[in-house]
């Protein structure tokens, strides 16, 4: 039987990537798909030419490499280059996470498997096709947006304008918490979010579980 596919999402700066590190401890499979954009991305990729076409050299170092920090302060102030690279990227990223479920596939031991993926819910509050396809189950991490503030101006070394704009640019909280089939909020301390994943763990073996049957 397929394993239950359980997508992974939340704002920046939610939590979301301690949550799949939690999962991941308990043994279960993640593809991350933040981790795919940048093998993606990675120097010598043949993506980089159209991104150095529409943005300029100064977006990459002189050995070759993305300078990321360009790029995001390029697209998250304009939502026409956004668009741009989601689409350049998107597609490159569904055909590796298919290829990862396949591989995962033959695991069936592991009862489910996480995709963490960041955008998986657009600005219009809608999954696109490329990644509804692999996704069974929504579970979000949600967090307060002074909490997501804070916690990227921290991280980032940003100004609470840029955290503003990047927390913009992604789909509302209200969007995410609307398609979601299970919501954790992450307000408080990493074990507190710890103890909620595992008892989502649970959870999740118990419905891999049922839908073998």
Request: charged residues 25%; hydrophobic residues 35%.
């Amino acid at each position: 039987m397929p394993l239950l596919r359980l997508g992974l999402t939340g704002g920046i700066a939610s939590g979301k990537s301690l949550a799949s590190q939690y999962f991941s401890q308990s043994g279960v499979n993640i593809i991350d798909a933040d981790k795919i954009a940048k093998q993606l991305l990675s120097a010598d990729s043949p993506l980089l030419e159209p991104i150095k076409l529409r943005f300029g050299e100064n977006v990459l170092s002189a050995n070759g490499q993305l300078k990321r920090d360009v790029l995001r302060q390029i697209v998250f102030n304009s939502k026409e280059d956004l668009d741009w690279l989601n689409q350049l990227l998107h597609p490159k990223v569904a055909e590796c996470i298919q290829k990862k479920l396949t591989q995962y596939s033959k695991q069936t031991d592991k009862g489910y498997i996480i995709l963490d993926i960041p955008l998986l819910i657009n600005q219009t509050g809608n999954i696109p096709e490329h990644l509804s396809r692999f996704i069974d189950r929504i579970l979000v991490i949600d967090t307060d947006v002074d909490n997501q503030i804070n916690r990227i101006c921290h991280r980032d070394k940003l100004s609470r304008e840029d955290a503003l704009k990047i927390i913009n640019a992604q789909s509302s909280r209200e969007q995410r918490l609307s398609l979601a089939d299970d919501i954790v909020q992450n307000n408080g301390s990493p074990a507190e979010l710890e103890s909620k994943i595992n008892i989502l763990h649970n959870k999740y073996l118990k419905l891999a579980s049922k839908s073998e049957k």
